[in-house]
Protein backbone atom coordinates (compact mmCIF):
# COMPACT_ATOMS: atom_id res chain seq x y z
CA UNK A 1 0.00 0.00 0.00
CA UNK A 2 1.51 3.38 -1.44
CA UNK A 3 1.21 6.48 0.60
CA UNK A 4 -0.14 9.75 0.17
CA UNK A 5 0.58 13.76 1.18
CA UNK A 6 -1.76 17.11 -0.19
CA UNK A 7 -0.76 20.80 0.80
CA UNK A 8 -4.06 22.27 0.21
CA UNK A 9 -4.65 25.98 0.44
CA UNK A 10 -8.05 26.33 1.88
CA UNK A 11 -10.17 29.33 2.60
CA UNK A 12 -13.19 28.75 5.06
CA UNK A 13 -15.58 30.57 7.52
CA UNK A 14 -14.44 30.89 11.13
CA UNK A 15 -16.61 27.94 11.98
CA UNK A 16 -16.06 25.10 11.55
CA UNK A 17 -13.18 26.33 13.76
CA UNK A 18 -9.74 24.82 12.98
CA UNK A 19 -9.84 22.13 15.42
CA UNK A 20 -13.32 21.08 14.08
CA UNK A 21 -12.61 21.05 10.50
CA UNK A 22 -8.59 18.10 11.37
CA UNK A 23 -11.38 15.77 13.29
CA UNK A 24 -13.78 16.03 10.46
CA UNK A 25 -11.33 15.21 7.55
CA UNK A 26 -9.53 12.72 9.91
CA UNK A 27 -12.41 10.70 9.80
CA UNK A 28 -12.33 10.39 5.56
CA UNK A 29 -11.14 6.84 4.74
CA UNK A 30 -7.79 6.60 4.34
CA UNK A 31 -6.66 9.78 6.02
CA UNK A 32 -3.56 9.33 8.81
CA UNK A 33 -2.69 12.71 9.23
CA UNK A 34 -3.94 16.08 9.03
CA UNK A 35 -2.46 19.40 10.14
CA UNK A 36 -4.32 23.25 9.57
CA UNK A 37 -2.14 26.29 9.88
CA UNK A 38 -3.59 29.22 9.43
CA UNK A 39 -2.69 31.78 6.95
CA UNK A 40 -4.22 34.59 7.70
CA UNK A 41 -7.42 36.09 9.16
CA UNK A 42 -10.13 38.64 8.09
CA UNK A 43 -13.96 39.16 9.47
CA UNK A 44 -15.66 36.67 8.25
CA UNK A 45 -12.95 33.94 6.77
CA UNK A 46 -9.63 32.26 7.39
CA UNK A 47 -7.07 31.25 4.69
CA UNK A 48 -5.28 28.22 6.22
CA UNK A 49 -2.72 25.53 4.55
CA UNK A 50 -3.97 22.04 5.41
CA UNK A 51 -1.54 19.29 4.54
CA UNK A 52 -3.17 15.66 5.08
CA UNK A 53 -1.65 12.51 4.42
CA UNK A 54 -2.56 8.93 4.05
CA UNK A 55 -3.24 5.89 2.55
CA UNK A 56 -3.23 5.78 -1.73
CA UNK A 57 -7.09 4.94 -1.35
CA UNK A 58 -7.37 9.00 -0.51
CA UNK A 59 -8.30 10.74 -3.51
CA UNK A 60 -8.49 14.79 -3.78
CA UNK A 61 -12.07 14.72 -5.00
CA UNK A 62 -13.06 13.17 -1.53
CA UNK A 63 -11.14 15.94 0.39
CA UNK A 64 -12.86 18.93 -2.13
CA UNK A 65 -16.10 16.97 -1.04
CA UNK A 66 -15.60 17.14 2.47
CA UNK A 67 -14.39 20.79 2.27
CA UNK A 68 -17.09 21.84 0.26
CA UNK A 69 -19.45 20.61 2.80
CA UNK A 70 -18.04 22.33 5.77
CA UNK A 71 -18.40 25.74 3.71
CA UNK A 72 -14.91 25.70 2.57
CA UNK A 73 -13.26 26.40 -0.54
CA UNK A 74 -9.97 24.78 -2.01
CA UNK A 75 -7.95 27.66 -3.38
CA UNK A 76 -4.83 25.34 -4.60
CA UNK A 77 -3.20 22.60 -4.59
CA UNK A 78 0.49 23.31 -3.46
CA UNK A 79 1.85 19.96 -3.20
CA UNK A 80 0.55 16.13 -3.88
CA UNK A 81 3.47 13.86 -2.71
CA UNK A 82 2.87 9.72 -3.96
CA UNK A 83 5.04 7.43 -3.02
CA UNK A 84 4.54 3.74 -3.74
CA UNK A 85 7.29 2.23 -1.83
CA UNK A 86 6.60 -0.66 0.50
Known amino acids: MGRIEFDLDVLKPHQ ?3 FD ?5 EEIPGVKFVQIKVDEIDQKTTSVFITIKG ?3 LSLD ?3 SALEDMNCALHSVDRVQ ?3 RT
Do not use: G, H, S
Open 21 to 25: LAKAL
Open 55 to 57: TDE
Open 62 to 64: TLK
Open 16 to 18: PDN
Open 82 to 84: IDK
